[in-house]
Structure formats: structure tokens, C-alpha cells
């Protein structure tokens, strides 16, 4: 049965997407069974998993609202060798809608326990808030991955998740935990990176995931060719370190 992560951050632009299709794609490569959720009505991850956001005859929308299934609204990234439950902008429309349904906050895990067995991973990446569609990310995963850039600010936002998380896994879901922070686009030669990134090592711990992705502008262009960084240029640092992480990822779930 698949192992359900969110990859969240209530902040947007942190590489929340570029995390999400990379590790989709990068666990692919290694010989994992994936689906990519994009739960975001912005649909980066749909588009940059070369799926075309547009011309969605299913997404997530129907399928959060009962009106299709997984199985129906699922579909393939070409590029990505996974499958990809894609979203576009009706899904902004689903957050009112939802407010009328009976267990709002848990839609999403009932309608992924029918495929769990399709897969080894199941990602999911929430959009940049605190919202009910973040709600049902957070009641269907078994953990978070929380992908960070190592500044100043960054820390600040980061106890507003963690006391979410800490909510959810006392009142919707008891199987919730941290699964690890993630440094993104990181560049060592910045002295407040490796501040930043010494102070999480010393908050978190072991929770503090070994690999770190560097900055790096084959991972940005990537997307506009509809094409994960990882298979776009298998070679470069950003594709090398987002494959690590599908590695350490594996290791990591094996203790779970
Ligand atoms: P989020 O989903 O959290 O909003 P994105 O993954 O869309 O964040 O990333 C925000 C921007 O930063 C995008 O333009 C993306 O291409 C770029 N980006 C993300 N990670 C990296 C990286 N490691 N190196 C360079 N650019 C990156
Ligand atoms: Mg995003």
C-alpha cells in the first residue's frame, strides 16, 4: 500500500511544485510506483509533469466533490513516467463547495484509499495556504515534507505549520507526523544560508533531511518544457540531488 506524503509550506515560491514533480520523478527512476496530487488550483505541478492544465476533461475538482474517482481522473506524465492526478483553477471553486459537504476535511484520503495499492508514493502537493484543500492534504498523508529556503523569514512561518500539523494529528489525523525539512535552493556561499541551515540542524535534528538542493537553473526552466528538472537534465546538480532525495526518501520510510 502507498506511503501518502504532503509536500507543504504555507509560503509560496519556497519549491513546493519543483519538489513535488522532482521527487515524483526522481523515485520513478529508481523503480518506485508514483502519483503525483496537484492540489494546488494554480496546476504547476499538472503542467510541469507535461500535462496540459487546459484541456482537463477530469481533475481533482470532480473528484474532491464526488462526481469522479481517482481511477477515472488520473492520468500519465509522458515525461515523468508517473501518474498524475491533475488540478487547474476550477479547484478554487471546490474550497467554497466544500464547506456543504459532510467530512470535508478527510475527501481526499477517501478517494485516494481506492488506488493506495496502484502505488509505492503517493505525493501530494497542497497549495501556498492554510486551507481546507491543505486540510485534506494533511488528514490523507502519513507525513510532511517541508521544503524551505534557508533565510531569515523562512523561519517565522514555519511554527504556524508545525502547530497545524500538530492540530491535525490530534484531532483529523493521528498517523500525521514530520517527515523532514527539506533545504532548497540552497547556495553555500551564502554566509545566512549556512546559519540558517546550522540553526535547523540544531532545532530539528535528524529531521533535518541529509540532502540539501542546490539552486540550480536547469530545475527552473525545466517546467516550460513540461518535463521534470530530473529527466530534463538528468545530469545537472538540481536533477543529481532531487534524485538523492528520492534515495533518502526510500531509506527513510523503511523505519516508518
Ligand atoms: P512553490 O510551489 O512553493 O510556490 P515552486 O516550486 O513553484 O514553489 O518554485 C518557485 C520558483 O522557484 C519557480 O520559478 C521554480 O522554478 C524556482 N525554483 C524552485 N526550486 C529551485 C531550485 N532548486 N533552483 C532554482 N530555481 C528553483
Ligand atoms: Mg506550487
Known amino acids: 500500500m502507498a506511503k501518502i506524503f504532503c509536500v507543504a509550506n504555507q509560503k509560496g515560491g519556497v519549491g513546493k511544485t519543483t519538489t513535488a514533480v522532482n521527487l515524483a ?12 496530487v496537484d492540489l494546488d488550483p494554480q496546476g504547476n505541478a499538472t503542467m510541469g509533469a507535461g500535462i496540459n492544465k487546459a484541456t482537463l476533461k477530469v481533475s481533482i475538482y470532480e473528484v474532491l ?17 508517473f501518474d498524475v492526478l ?15 459537504l459532510d467530512n470535508r476535511e478527510k475527501r481526499l484520503k477517501d478517494a485516494l484509499s ?5 502505488y509505492d508514493f503517493i505525493l501530494i502537493d497542497c497549495p501556498p495556504a492554510l486551507s481546507i484543500l ?4 494533511l488528514c490523507a498523508a502519513n507525513g510532511v515534507i517541508i521544503p524551505m529556503q534557508c ?8 511554527s504556524d505549520l508545525v502547530n497545524t500539523i500538530k492540530k491535525v494529528h490530534a484531532k483529523l489525523n493521528t498517523d500525521l507526523k514530520i517527515i523532514g525539512l527539506l533545504r532548497v535552493m540552497f547556495d553555500p556561499r551564502m554566509t ?8 535547523l540542524e540544531q532545532h530539528f535534528g535528524d529531521k533535518v533531511f541529509k540532502t540539501m538542493i542546490p539552486r540550480n537553473i536547469r530545475l527552473a526552466e525545466a517546467p516550460s518544457y513540461g518535463m521534470p528538472g530530473v529527466n530534463f537534465d538528468p545530469g545537472s546538480k538540481g536533477a543529481q540531488a532531487y534524485i538523492a532525495f528520492g534515495a533518502e526518501m526510500v531509506e527513510r520510510i523503511k523505519t516508518m
Open 86 to 100: 491533475p488540478a487547474n483553477r476550477e479547484l478554487a471553486g471546490a474550497e467554497v463547495e466544500m464547506v456543504e
Open 151 to 158: 533565510e531569515y523569514y523562512a523561519l517565522e512561518g514555519l
Open 25 to 36: 520523478a526522481g523515485l520513478t527512476r529508481i523503480g518506485q510506483r508514483v502519483m503525483l
Open 65 to 81: 466533490l464526488g462526481m469522479s474517482d481517482v481511477a477515472s481522473a488520473r492520468l500519465r506524465s509522458e515525461n515523468g513516467g
Open 134 to 137: 491543505t486540510l485534506n492534504g
Open 114 to 118: 481506492l488506488v493506495a495499492d496502484d
Open 192 to 199: 545566512l544560508s549556512q546559519q540558517v541551515s546550522a540553526q
